[in-house]
């Protein structure tokens, strides 16, 4: 059984959904005013490779992830375009939302990971999420002032239970907005009267906007179909206020459980400091994969367990580059191997139980890589050996290393190495074999001393001739 550490309860309980072979996670997705950076890189990947693993364990997985397309960051970014160009802050936040809206549908496919089932919109939204504020007004939770709709924190008595954070505590340990239309210092808004010249909708309440949390409580529910979900994920900088808020609002209005387990990823740093456009160490999801293989920043991804933090540099992910490449390298060697009936798996069916037996306990992605990386030293080993039955053993290897990538959501692209297409590596070492056959031994060098110049050495063995990265 799958076992997963809930935030909401502070430990590892095992995984029981609501209906017996469908799962309903909602996760929350991107506030479009910028590029993605690989911190989010890493949330959708995190999530991903959760969804695929739910899937490979029998589940239907209903996945929604929001698109936060009305911020204060998102408006601010419009009021500096309106002004370079001339033209109407409407304008200018229509321009920033589809640019950025784009441009993290971009990053999916450069990740060459799908979108969730579905991917809403806020301001798609509206109107369900005045329907949910009037719905709180009405049952006493929420209270108007000033044209904004503020939630009532202390009506809702157990305030603090995914947060771990005690109410009577807040005013000392987190900044508090002052805002003399509250009631409450705590309290949070659900619908933000409009200000001069910015984006608005009619409402009860008058021009504004929606709160932040409310988009998730909404478009969780109606997408999913559901009043409680079976897993609410994100950041671990989400859970106060963000999810904390989304709780209370929730089962505030239903009476019900909003969510059954909450999964929360680890932050990601850049070499020790926190990623920052001020410190210059802001990383997009586009600069890495510029530079390297959307599969090499997954293998950086599934090198913490995903509740942990990670540390990037560019020296890691060289690292991670040359780790992949034996995985893809080994692929290479078994695709030449004649297809033909198994029948002798029990060396990789030990493996392939460690495999699913690593990512029940939580989803250990670490300790799951780890058990790929002994499939392909023992693909290897039987490469070398003299074993009779070994191209059995060695599809049976095959077959899992695709299954499991199939999970790590590797593609395998032939990408470039040393700043040349793998294709044109191995239509190198083709034509030195070919030298070799007509003992024109001087051309043959010829090749290695090119290869090597860009960063590729090849290695001959009884097998044939392999290549990595120099070091």
């Not at 780790?323 to 290479?332: M, N, S, T």
């Not at 392909?376 to 899992?400: F, H, I, P, Q, S």
């Not at 590797?410 to 190198?428: D, N, P, S």
């Amino acid at each position: 059984m799958i076992q997963i550490y809930n935030s909401l309860t502070k430990k590892k309980q095992d995984f029981k959904p609501q209906k017996k072979d469908t799962v309903n996670m909602y996760a929350c997705g991107v506030t479009v005013y910028d590029d993605c950076h690989i911190g989010h890189g890493r949330s959708l990947y995190i999530f991903e490779v959760i969804r695929r693993y739910l899937r490979f364990r029998g589940f239907k997985v209903n996945f929604v992830r929001n698109i936060t397309d009305v911020d204060d960051k998102i408006i601010n970014k419009a009021r500096a375009l309106a002004g370079e160009k001339n033209i109407s802050l409407k304008e200018a936040f229509d321009e920033v939302r589809q640019t950025y809206i784009d441009s993290y549908r971009d990053d999916l496919e450069l990740l060459s990971l799908p979108r969730a089932d579905k991917e809403p919109l806020a301001t798609e939204n509206i109107a369900d999420m005045q329907k949910f504020i009037a719905g709180l007004i009405e049952k006493g939770y929420a209270y108007q002032s000033g044209g904004n709709v503020y939630f009532s924190v202390r009506k809702f008595s157990s305030y603090g239970k995914l947060s771990g954070k005690k109410i009577d505590d807040l005013f000392s340990s987190v900044r508090i907005e002052v805002d003399p239309n509250k009631k409450d210092p705590l309290d949070f808004a659900l619908w933000k009267a409009a200000k001069e010249d910015e984006p608005f909708w009619d409402s009860p309440w008058g021009k504004g906007r929606p709160g932040w949390h409310i988009e998730c409580s909404v478009m969780s529910q109606k997408y999913l179909k559901t009043k409680t979900l079976d897993i609410h994920g994100g950041g671990r900088d989400l859970i106060f206020p963000h999810h904390e808020n989304e709780l209370t609002q929730s089962e505030s209005l239903t009476g019900k459980p909003f969510a059954n387990y909450w999964i929360h990823h680890g932050l990601l740093t850049i070499e020790s400091q926190k990623m920052a456009k001020s410190l210059g160490n802001f990383i997009t999801i586009k600069d890495v994969l510029g530079k390297f293989p959307a599969d090499v920043l997954k293998v950086f991804y599934l090198g913490a367990h995903y509740s942990s933090s990670i540390d990037f540099s560019w020296e890691k992910i060289e690292e991670k580059r040359e780790a992949y490449e034996r995985i893809d390298i080994l692929i290479g060697k078994l695709s030449k191997i004649s297809k033909q009936s198994h029948k002798n798996c029990q060396p990789i069916e030990k493996l392939k139980k460690e495999f699913t037996e690593a990512m029940d306990d939580d989803f250990n992605m670490p300790k799951a890589l780890g058990v790929l990386f002994e499939i392909v030293n023992e693909c290897n080993r039987l490469l070398e050996g003299a074993d009779k039955a070994k191209d059995e053993k060695l599809l049976c290897g095959l077959d899992l290393i695709k299954e499991i990538a199939d999970i790590f959501a590797f593609t395998f692209k032939r990408e470039i190495a040393g700043g040349i297409k793998i294709e044109q590596i191995e239509e190198k070492i083709n034509c030195r074999l070919e030298h070799k056959k007509n003992k024109n031994f001087k051309e043959a060098d010829k090749i290695r001393q090119e290869l090597e110049k860009q960063g590729i050495i090849l290695e001959d063995n009884k097998e044939g001739t392999t290549w990595r990265r120099k070091l």
